[in-house]
């Protein structure tokens, strides 16, 4: 047995852990010329989240056909590839129950109920959600501090937050994560699933280095991944990780290896089958609280079902981009859809006394690798799941806890972008430090607030980096008059060192003031241009303005008034077009520009 298991370990390794060629090197110099285009290409698409999908996690299956959602041929494979997700899900939605602090079945209900209700409504197909680490953290404590009860409760109240979110069109906020937090989220998501398969050799291994569990351990697991990376090889038509996972659990029976099974994991009531093991329907105790003491109750579940509510859908929202991206199958999710789904899935598993849950990226992404990309995939998982316990439960808790981090570390090899090593050197400062910042809040925090520190250190680089480009070139004609050239985005971060451009004393009676290679872009920028004519007025000298979009000349009509310490000179074709960051219903009515709109006359004095 020794034997077979040391040579499982060198056969898994040198297939599975072997780092794709072209990730970490660039190209050689003397590539053809077209080849050299390309490589560019590829990396000047940085802000194209969807495009860059398939570059920010590698895939090992190849290219994947698209195929027809209502051909033979899909259904198929959407249906083997849900079953192979459902095996993927037991370990984790077990080990999440832990972290919940429940019973580890009510971690396979929660991923049997939420995973159907959020793939029959969610945004998009081939898309997996169950019970989740993210979410269960959050909820640890309410768990520790009130029980279950209120655990239902809050799951509940998050699922209607997300409902409510949904319809009201949040989801599109989603579009404002920056590519940095995207690397950021997909490699701090990366170091969380290593570290949680991880956990599994800690037993073993206590029995030391060289001891059958150790072995066993160790042996099945690198057979696993290095089965998942040749079955690809040989057929496709079953998904590699049902083929390895079922390989290795035979051989793992029929050698009687010491290894960990689901059921020595969970415990055997989770997996004694029979309809006993579904859930049911009923209002959670605790809203009881709602009619004796409203006030107390929302206290205390509020914000944990706010917090888990932001949670998964930050990390549900972010899959769905992902999957958008490497699924290729011409289909875009609705974030508004993928909302209302995963609330309508955690009312669901509230009221069937689940923990709640989100989208998985891990097993979304052994989903659409395998070929599930409609919603029948996700729909097959839940009920596979939900049959399996309660028919085949016994034979699925003598799968071994081995098989399946095999193949959660493959996932998470495939989940850190790799590609984000190659970018040290060849992108700004501040955009790695985003995604140092977002990985290690994901890791040592959760991903909700990871994103926000992204998307503030990312909104912040750029404000500051934008204010430092304008700059005023002065050039004095013949005629006497003084012209400034603006170049640079005129807006709230650089209204300073616009107006330090300026010499308004030394300046002669009338100054020009062109705009032509500027933008003018939201209401400080007008305020501050107001600001400088004043400056002007007060001197008896008048400000000429020139080069603005139709829109911005007459926003300034509006705020200068009967003011007449500024001229706004006669709009030209020349003039730039674009739209200022203005509620126009404030200012009465403001026609919006359009190329082929002519520029409006020069108001009458």
């Known amino acids: 047995m020794r034997s077979f298991l040391v040579h499982a370990v060198l056969f898994g390794l040198g297939t599975s852990l072997r780092m794709p060629r072209g990730l970490l090197l660039r190209r050689p110099s003397n590539a053809p010329t077209a080849t050299r285009a390309a490589a560019v290409a590829e990396i000047s698409r940085d802000e194209d989240l969807v495009a860059n999908a398939p570059e920010l996690l590698f895939t090992p299956l190849g290219p994947r ?141 206590a029995c030391g280095l060289a001891s059958p569990e150790a072995l066993a351990m160790v042996g099945l697991t690198s057979l696993t991944m290095g089965l998942v990376r040749l079955v690809p090889r040989l057929t496709r038509a079953v998904p590699p990780t049902l083929a390895a996972v079922s390989l290795v659990s035979v051989l793992s029976s029929v050698l009687k290896l010491p290894a960990t099974t689901l059921a020595d994991l969970a415990g055997k009531e989770a997996f004694a089958g029979g309809l006993k093991v579904l859930p049911s329907f009923k209002v959670p105790a605790a809203f009881s609280a709602l009619k004796t003491a409203p ?13 888990m509510a932001c949670v998964g859908l930050v990390e549900s929202l972010l899959t769905l981009q992902l999957v958008d991206g490497i699924a290729d199958d011409g289909n875009r999710g609705s974030t508004r859809q993928e909302c209302i789904g995963q609330g309508l899935g955690n009312l669901a598993s509230g009221l069937t006394g689940g923990q709640g849950g989100c989208a998985l990226i891990g097993q979304s992404l052994i989903n659409v690798e395998a070929g599930g990309t409609s919603r029948l995939s996700g729909m097959v998982m839940a009920g596979g799941l939900a049959a399996g316990l309660v028919s085949a439960a016994p034979l699925l808790g003598r799968i071994p806890i081995a098989a399946l981090v095999g193949v959660m570390l493959l996932v998470c090899k495939q989940t850190f972008s790799w590609s984000s090593l190659r970018l040290i050197n060849k992108i700004p400062k501040v955009d790695l430090f985003t995604i140092a910042l977002v990985s290690t809040v994901t890791v040592t925090k959760d991903l909700a607030q990871a994103v926000f520190y992204g998307v503030v250190a990312s909104a912040l680089g750029f404000a500051w980096k934008q204010s430092t480009r304008i700059k005023a070139t002065s050039s004095v004609p013949t005629g006497g008059w003084k012209t400034y050239a603006v170049d640079g985005p005129l807006f709230f971060g650089s209204t300073s060192t616009f107006s330090n451009q300026f010499d308004p004393k030394s300046d002669p009676n009338d100054v020009i003031i062109d705009f032509k290679s500027s933008r003018v872009v939201d ?36 705020l200068n008034g009967a003011s007449t310490d500024y001229e706004l000179m006669e709009p030209s074709s020349e003039d ?11 200012y009465g009515t403001i026609s919006v520009p359009r190329k082929d709109a002519a520029p409006p006359a020069e108001p009458e004095e």
């Open 295 to 307: 006030a107390a109750f929302l206290k205390v579940v509020l914000p944990y079902a706010a917090t």
């Open 576 to 586: 730039p077009i674009y739209e200022v960051a203005e509620d126009y219903s404030k």
């Open 523 to 558: 209401h400080s920028a007008l305020e501050s241009i107001n600001e400088l004519a004043r400056k002007y007025g007060d001197l008896s000298k008048k400000v000429h303005l020139r080069g603005l979009s139709s829109d911005c000349y007459q926003l300034l009509e509006r």
């Open 65 to 205: 056909k698209a195929l027809n959602p209502l051909s033979p041929e899909s259904a198929t494979k959407n249906a083997l590839s849900g079953f192979a997700v459902s095996l993927a899900m037991i370990p984790e939605a077990v080990a999440f129950a832990f972290v919940a602090g429940v019973s580890p079945i009510v971690g396979l209900q929660t991923t049997a109920v939420l995973g159907f209700v959020a793939a029959a409504f969610g945004g998009r197909g081939g898309i997996t959600t169950g019970a989740s680490g993210a979410c269960a953290v959050v909820v640890a404590g309410l768990v520790a501090s009130h029980g279950a009860s209120y655990l239902s409760a809050a799951v509940a109240l998050a699922g209607l937050i997300q409902v409510s979110l949904g319809v009201l069109g949040a989801g599109k906020f989603i579009r404002l994560v920056p590519h940095p937090v995207m690397l950021g989220f997909v490699n701090g998501l990366a170091v969380v699933m290593t570290r949680a398969q991880l956990r599994h050799f800690r037993a073993p291994l």
